[in-house]
């Protein structure tokens, strides 16, 4: 069973910079799409970012476009999210998804990952 575990979150001054890591474990996602979801206290979980299999392929939410950076290493079984420029707005539980189908394109909607890590918080103040 593939399990997920991210880390890296914390709390940040609004214009600084955090770097969130996914790990996997028992299995392989090298084939298979990844994406960052966050959700922000009594809201509903958004799209963040995703990779496609190869790690050529990136898609951004417009929220975070320019700011963020989605990358992968294969090798190691770990996807990253470098977020820089943090805004108040940015706080959440973010949360890191892989997709357990190959495709050739992008997975933005949520409902297609399969797996889901737990979640890391974090905080942006103003």
């Known amino acids: 069973q593939v399990q997920l575990v991210e880390s890296g979150g914390g709390l940040v001054q609004a214009g600084g910079s955090l770097r969130l890591s996914c790990a996997a474990s028992?299995?392989?996602?090298?084939?298979?799409?990844m994406g960052w979801f966050r959700q922000a206290p009594g809201k509903e979980r958004e799209f963040v970012a995703t990779i496609g299999w190869t790690g050529r392929s990136t898609y951004y939410a417009d929220s975070v476009k320019g700011r963020f950076t989605i990358s992968r290493d294969k090798a190691k079984n770990v996807v990253y999210l470098q977020m820089s420029l943090l805004k108040p707005e940015d706080t959440a539980v973010y949360y890191c998804a892989a997709d357990g189908v190959w495709r050739r394109r992008l997975v933005v909607s949520d409902s297609e990952y399969s797996y889901w890590g737990q979640g890391t918080q974090v905080t942006v103040s103003s």
């Open positions: 028992g299995g392989t996602l090298s084939d298979y799409a």
